[in-house]
């Protein structure tokens, strides 16, 4: 069974702050990796890919990837309340696509005024 | 927002009955994927439409089936419901192995 690894949180942080999220996951051979926010009754919404090692920025997001160590991170600069939600690592199967998502069970952040 | 729409909304069923759930995938998109998210969990993968054939499935029973159609959108049939299927119903489409994006959703409550 391959595994997705978040901590629930919630995570608080005060407005202004960088809010980091942490993602584990069990396929060595996964390739892809996708960070979703869901607000408290909608669906998720794809904010970062990441595929490579290393970072990727955009905007006040960076999606950090470590393959050895089965490691991908969110980092949001200038956190604002409205990026209160829940965080979700999304991680398909070696050999399967980026339909075949296996999802943590997501960080749940709180920004603070 | 994300041109993938679901219908309807909000549903709620009786134990026992059958429900249809209906997904139109984003234009340019040939891919769908439909999802299950219980209350406090990531979204759990159900199966994959490619080419009017399911090709992967997750771990669910084969009363979870579904279609695709020539224009890419998708139904997901549920039968027997259960208690425990009340949960948010989520389509993801996308193009092959590309970024998938998720319509709104169908809540569904069993009774």
């Known amino acids: 069974q391959k595994e997705v690894e978040q901590n629930s949180g919630p995570l608080s942080v005060p407005e202004g702050a960088i809010a980091s999220l942490n993602c584990t996951y069990s396929?060595?051979?996964?390739?892809?990796f996708f960070w979703y926010r869901q607000y408290s009754g909608k669906s998720p919404e794809l904010i970062m890919s990441?595929?490579?090692?290393g970072d990727k920025e955009d905007g006040r997001f960076t999606a950090q990837l470590n393959k050895a160590s089965q490691y991908v991170s969110l980092l949001i600069r200038d956190s604002q309340p409205s990026d209160s939600a829940t965080y979700l690592c999304?991680?398909?199967?070696?050999?399967?696509?980026?339909?075949?998502?296996?999802f943590g069970k997501g960080t749940k952040l709180s920004v603070i005024p | 927002e994300t041109g993938v729409t679901q219908s309807p909304t909000h549903l709620i069923k009786t134990r026992g009955q059958q429900v249809t759930l209906r997904c139109s995938s984003q234009?340019?998109?040939?891919?769908v994927s439909w999802y299950q998210q219980a209350l406090g969990q990531g979204p759990q993968f159900i199966f994959q439409?490619?080419?009017?054939?399911?090709?992967g499935r997750g771990n669910f029973p084969p009363r979870f089936s579904g279609l695709q159609f020539p224009n890419y959108s998708s139904e997901l049939n549920v039968n027997a419901l259960e208690l425990d299927d009340s949960a948010l119903y989520l389509c993801?489409?996308?193009?092959?192995?590309?970024?998938?994006?998720f319509g709104q959703g169908t809540r569904l409550t069993v009774v």
């Open positions: 993801a489409s996308s193009f092959l192995n590309t970024e998938a994006f």
């Open positions: 396929d060595r051979g996964s390739q892809s």
């Open positions: 990441i595929y490579s090692n």
């Open positions: 999304a991680v398909p199967p070696r050999g399967a696509g980026s339909y075949q998502l296996t």
């Open positions: 234009s340019g998109h040939n891919t």
């Open positions: 439409y490619y080419r009017e054939e399911e090709n």
